[in-house]
């Protein structure tokens, strides 16, 4: 008799494995689906809607990128199954540069002294705010002198408002250089930082009083 409930209580435990073993499955499956279809309902949103709304799109893509990969250990052909995460993978990364390159040029339209603080700073992350938190104390010497030499090739083509632009990025650049200061900038590349800003300041300065005078003079000959 006892061997006889034995058996059945090894078989209920058996089948209860099996049964809980196969809503993991299930459950697994589900969020795999929900993953490709989140991807796809992307896809088939307006493009004006998506860029709109990019951040939380990304932000909720990224979780349930977690949730799709975290479901694999419970999926009976995990092959198959990573290979749907990474083909919607590769979708999603197209529409994210698609979208993220038509946010960028909006951006830049959007913001006329783009181009300007390029030319300075090159792909250098300097945008309205001026931020230089990426300058340090083992670049900031090439990027005084970047900035010194740039001007100093273009200083006639400049205009007044983008001779303000250039102070203002002047002005922020100095204003890190404080920072770096604190951080270890050694005694012989503070010298010549200094240098560079004597060089820089008199034909900054020349170049601010001859804008104003040209634009005087346009006002002038506009009003004839």
Do not use: H
């Amino acid at each position: 008799m006892k061997t006889k409930f034995l058996m059945f209580g090894l078989a209920a435990f058996a089948t209860t494995f099996v049964s809980c073993k196969s809503e993991e499955e299930k459950r697994a499956e589900m969020t795999v689906d929900r993953y490709e279809k989140y991807v796809d309902s992307i896809a088939n949103v307006s493009a004006d809607e998506a860029k709109a709304n990019w951040e939380e799109i990304d932000a909720e893509y990224a979780r349930r990128t977690t949730d799709a990969e975290a479901a694999l250990a419970s999926m009976k052909d995990r092959e198959a199954a990573q290979k749907r995460i990474d083909d919607k993978r590769t979708k999603y990364e197209e529409l994210k540069t698609r979208y993220v390159t038509e946010l960028e040029a909006a951006a830049a339209a959007a913001d006329p002294r783009a181009d300007l603080r390029r030319s300075f700073f090159g792909e250098a992350n300097v945008g309205v705010d001026r931020n230089f938190d990426w300058v340090n104390k083992d670049n900031i010497v090439r990027v005084y002198n970047d900035f010194y030499n740039e001007f100093d090739k273009n200083k006639d083509n400049y205009s007044r408002e983008d001779l303000d632009e250039i102070k203002a990025m002047y002005e922020a650049l100095d204003a890190r250089k404080n920072t770096v200061e604190k951080e270890g900038l050694s005694s012989a590349d503070n010298r010549k930082i200094a240098e560079i800003k004597v060089k820089f300041a008199p034909k900054f300065r020349w170049e601010r009083i001859t804008s104003k005078a040209d634009e005087n003079k346009e006002a002038k000959d506009a009003a004839k």
